[in-house]
């Protein structure tokens, strides 16, 4: 059974930093590419960041680029959003999702910045 | 960056109703390779979204044959032929052919 548990989310102030994980399981994770999607609270899917599945390509909204930095480790199967410099703005609940084809999503991590 | 406009972004129906979400794109979906990277998703309250219909018209394993993707270019629907109660939620589209991917602003469906 295809699973992705993240993992990392909470309470933080405004320009600290956070990291997510995003641990993979049922699957050969070093073979996908995964996407980084948040939903702020009441909102719609905004996409974060991307990473191919050999790390080779990565892209990120423009709303986190230079703040935001998506990595995997193949070998722990472990998707990574490292946060720096948080905004109120970047609140949200933050997914994992597997591609091609969004087809597995985690169950989320929250994450509120305030002070 | 591709803009997704879904319409409607209310959408309220009977149980046993037929109904139809419009997704536009702002450029055509059409990949050099040959696919359509537009997907269709149900997010239902409280869950995460879920993958219904990915590459404009392929039911994703599971999902009940009520609904169905059609669609090329840049103009795509989704039809629910007969909602029933779990059929409740939002609805977003996403595409996957231009980077970065992108997502409509999705169609919450009610009860009328």
């Known amino acids: 059974e295809v699973q992705l548990v993240e993992s990392g989310g909470g309470l933080v102030q405004p320009g600290r930093s956070l990291k997510l994980s995003c641990v993979a399981s049922?699957?050969?994770?070093?073979?996908?590419?995964m996407n980084w999607i948040r939903q702020a609270p009441g909102k719609g899917l905004e996409w974060v960041a991307y990473?191919?599945?050999?790390?080779?390509?990565?892209y990120y909204a423009e709303t986190v680029k230079g703040r935001f930095t998506i990595s995997r480790d193949n070998a722990k199967n472990t998707l990574y959003l490292q946060m720096t410099s948080l905004r109120s703005e970047d609140t949200a609940l933050y997914y994992c999702?597997?591609?091609?084809?969004?087809?597995?999503w985690g169950p989320g991590t929250m994450v509120t910045v305030s002070s | 960056d591709v803009v997704l406009t879904q319409t409607p972004p209310t959408l309220s129906a009977t149980i046993g109703q037929s109904v139809s979400i419009s997704c536009r794109s702002s450029?055509?979906?059409?990949?050099?390779?040959?696919?359509?990277?537009l997907h269709w998703l149900l997010q239902r309250p409280g869950q995460s979204p879920q993958l219904l219909i990915y590459?404009?018209?392929r039911l994703e394993s599971g999902v009940p044959n009520r609904f169905s993707g059609s669609g090329s270019g840049t103009d795509f629907t989704l039809k629910i032929s007969g909602v029933e109660a779990e059929d409740l939620g939002v609805y977003y589209c996403?595409?996957?052919?231009?980077?970065?991917?992108?997502f409509g602003a999705g169609t919450k469906l009610e009860l009328k």
């Open positions: 990473i191919s599945s050999g790390s080779s390509y990565i």
């Open positions: 999702a597997r591609l091609p084809g969004f087809d597995f």
């Open positions: 590459l404009v018209s």
């Open positions: 049922g699957f050969t994770f070093s073979n996908y590419g």
């Open positions: 996403v595409q996957g052919t231009h980077a970065p991917n992108t």
């Open positions: 450029q055509s979906l059409l990949h050099s390779n040959g696919n359509t990277y």
